[in-house]
């Protein structure tokens, strides 16, 4: 168990957002949380997971044609 475990504020300084945006996605049960007591800590490998799985990679365009006028 290498897991470190981290509060909602740790991951809302680590995704650059206020905490309200990790109780959400606990809230929404859309990340991995553990409970213990009336804390939260968040896995960090739940964390990486989550990133992953909404890392959205770019599209790769091919350059248009320029036309010339008739």
């Known amino acids: 168990m290498k897991d470190r475990y981290l509060s909602v504020d740790q991951v809302?300084?680590?995704?650059?957002?206020?905490?309200?945006?990790?109780?959400r996605l606990v809230a929404e049960r859309r990340i991995t949380f553990v409970k213990l007591g009336?804390?939260?800590?968040i896995p960090e490998s739940a964390?990486?997971?989550?990133?992953?799985?909404?890392?959205v990679q770019p599209v790769q365009r091919r350059r248009a044609r320029l036309r010339r006028a008739a």
């Open 38 to 41: 009336r804390h939260v800590r």
């Open 12 to 23: 809302a300084e680590l995704l650059g957002t206020t905490p309200r945006f990790p109780r």
């Open 47 to 55: 964390l990486a997971a989550f990133i992953e799985a909404n890392t």
